[in-house]
Each structure stands twice: as C-alpha cells, then as structure tokens.
C-alpha cells in the first residue's frame, strides 16, 4: 500500500506498546512531514539511548557511567534501599522529595504463569548489598498489583532469613491497588512512602 520505507517505519513504530496500527500510521505520517533535522534528531535519540545507557553496576536503575548519579551522590542515605520493579518507578517515588536514601531496581516482578522466577530478577544482588553491612532499612516499593505483592513478601522472607538486622518496610496502603507505581501522583505515593510499616 505504501512505499517499502514507510512501510517499515509504519511497522517499527506499530512494535511500541499502545500504539495500534492507526497510530503507527499518523506517526509516521507526522515524521514524514517533519523537517530532517528533527526527524533525525529523534533517530540519533534512540540510537544514542541504546549506545550509551546501561545498568548501575550497583542498584540496577539507568546509567551512562558504571553507578547511576544516586549512587553516585554522597549525599544520599546509603543505609537505605529502596526496592522497585523498573527504572521508571524510580522517577515517581524521586518527585515526591520524600526519599533521600538508594534504590534497588529488580527489573520486574515475580510471576510464576509467565516464567519470571527470583532468578531472573536482581533480588540475588539485593540480597547481597544488605547483607554485606550498613543498611538499616529496606523499603519494599513494588507495584500494588498481585505480583508486586508476591515479590514484596519473597523478598521480606528472604531479607529476614539472611540479614534480620535490616528493618523491612512496605508502602502505606492507598495506593490505587492494581496500579502501577509510576501512575501514583506524588501527594498519594509521599503519604505512602512516610507512613510505611514494617512487613
Ligand atoms: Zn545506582
């Protein structure tokens, strides 16, 4: 129907989630409209994010060094860990300024249906950072879905087998259950993170 060029950028677009074959259409109609050079400023965009961005060495969030700039930052609590299923939750929890200590990014959650076991997420390395001393809490900020909870308690019951000197904490209930973290507004996700409890 189209020529093979915009063929495919039709298709590549049409791979992002959410977007449906319609949308993949307009975008690519938008881009073909676009002048050149913002049309390549958004190729050279993906390109670099993909070169140049990996994983913390140490907390597993985003990063374009070996640490990410929070581990990198002095100046925060390195006695606190905060647990979180993607990189993208880390953002949300950040905007409510509550929260001055590390993260901890799993790179998902636990789901048995799906094949996801504790060994394909960094719960190992998590396990290994509290364990090698100086955390004296580790707040559980998985998403309040089934699964988030499923990896919230694995977690709890292993930090308290392997290191029972570290306080485990949870989030405050009032988080729109079955919701994602990084769709919480900051007020609800700030009142979460303060009034956390120990599980
Ligand atoms: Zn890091």
Same mark, same amino acid.
């Given at each position: 129907?189209?020529?093979?060029?915009?063929?495919?950028?039709?298709?590549?677009?049409?791979?992002?989630?959410?977007?449906?074959?319609?949308?993949?259409?307009?975008?690519?109609?938008?881009?073909?409209?676009a002048d050149?050079e913002d049309a390549t400023a958004l190729a050279d965009a993906?390109?670099?994010?993909?070169?140049?961005?990996?994983?913390?060495?140490?907390?597993?969030?985003?990063?374009?060094?070996?640490?990410?700039?929070?581990?990198?930052?002095?100046?925060?609590?390195?006695?606190?860990?905060?647990?979180?299923?993607?990189?993208?939750?880390?953002?949300?929890?950040?905007?409510? /300024? @509550?929260?001055?200590?590390?993260?901890? +990014?799993?790179?998902? #959650?636990?789901?048995?249906?799906? &094949?996801? $076991?504790? *060994?394909?997420?960094?719960?190992?390395?998590?396990?290994?950072?509290?364990?090698?001393?100086?955390?004296?809490?580790?707040?559980?900020?998985?998403?309040?879905?089934?699964?988030?909870?499923?990896?919230?308690?694995?977690?709890?019951?292993?930090? /308290? @087998?392997?290191?029972?000197?570290?306080? +485990?904490?949870?989030? #405050?209930?009032?988080?729109?259950? &079955?919701? $994602?973290? *990084?769709?919480?507004?900051?007020?609800?996700?700030?009142?979460?993170?303060?009034?956390?409890?120990?599980?």
């Amino acid at each position: 129907m189209y020529a093979p060029p915009v063929q495919r950028l039709i298709s590549e677009l049409g791979k992002l989630p959410g977007i449906g074959q319609r949308t993949a259409q307009r975008l690519a109609f938008h881009i073909l409209r676009a002048d050149a050079e913002d049309a390549t400023a958004l190729a050279d965009a993906i390109r670099e994010v993909k070169e140049r961005i990996r994983l913390c060495q140490v907390c597993f969030n985003l990063a374009d060094e070996e640490r990410c700039r929070i581990c990198q930052d002095e100046r925060r609590d390195a006695a606190v860990i905060c647990v979180v299923e993607e990189p993208g939750d880390v953002i949300p929890i950040e905007r409510t /300024h @509550e929260y001055r200590g590390r993260y901890h +990014v799993l790179g998902g #959650a636990l789901s048995p249906i799906d &094949g996801i $076991d504790p *060994e394909d997420l960094k719960i190992a390395e998590l396990l290994a950072r509290v364990e090698a001393g100086g955390v004296t809490e580790v707040v559980l900020a998985t998403n309040p879905t089934t699964t988030g909870e499923a990896t919230a308690l694995h977690i709890a019951a292993a930090l /308290h @087998e392997r290191a029972p000197e570290a306080a +485990v904490t949870r989030l #405050a209930s009032g988080l729109p259950v &079955g919701a $994602d973290l *990084e769709y919480a507004d900051e007020v609800t996700l700030g009142k979460a993170l303060a009034g956390r409890r120990a599980v």
